[in-house]
């Protein structure tokens, strides 16, 4: 998380400092104020925005933290969410928008440690105890972050290098066949190979073979440029257009 917090921050000073930046004010201001001195309001927000992603620190919090707050929120009368929040059914726009408001203040802000269930079989399991409580429910080392009114846009995790663990995994994702032991109950995947256990053997391979602790993150350049030049729609962005029936490559 330090490794995109200081990526994404060393982009937006630079942005800012640059002529392409200066650019983006100019033509902003131009096409809602005309050649007046006055600031336009597109070009405050996007120096809003810039300012947000500078700042030296980013908030921090969890999965779970963040569903509390939501459920507190949903019973304020004067907030209403299409999606009622809850620990098992994962985050919506709407809560990710209130989250990246109500906690980030104008930064950007990073969501940890999302259910296991909800999250591809390839992530390391993580063991938080949040809020001060006993709350045992399997979760995932794993983090989104959250850009103000953008929402999400780097997505990463560390990843399961544990050869037995992965196989338990991809049996609960059932992407494995489940083994069952002489007395009929549920037992893991030998991991000896097999022939034709699985379309994913080659990703077995990599941990049967030896493998290290590691992670790694996707950030979403489209969107993340769209942020940094005040564009709303992500499609006057895409440097290759792609809509229903059209998508070369």
Known sequence: MDLVEDLIRDVAVK????????????????MEVGSGNEMSSR????????????RKFWPRITYTEAIKLLESAAN??????????RWQSGLQLEHEKFIA?????????????????????YMLPSNVKTMNTDDDRPTVACFDL????ACEVVGGSLREHRLKPLLRAMQEHRLLPIARSEDGTCAL?????????????WYVDLRRYGSVPHGGFGLGFDRLLGYL????????VAPWPRYHGKCEC
């Open 189 to 201: 995947a030998s991991p000896d190979r097999s022939p034709a256990r699985s379309d994913l053997d």
């Open 43 to 54: 070009s405050e927000g996007m120096i809003r925005r810039w300012s947000g992603l500078k």
């Open 76 to 85: 304020d009368p004067q907030i209403t969410f299409h999606y009622q929040p």
């Open 101 to 121: 408001a109500e906690i980030g203040q104008g930064s950007p802000v990073f969501v940890t440690d999302y259910p296991q269930s909800i999250k591809p079989f």
């Open 229 to 236: 030049a005040g564009v709303d729609n992500i499609r006057d």
């Open 146 to 149: 959250l850009l103000p009114e």
């Open 15 to 30: 942005v800012q400092n640059s002529d392409v930046g200066k650019e983006l004010l100019t033509v902003r201001h131009t």
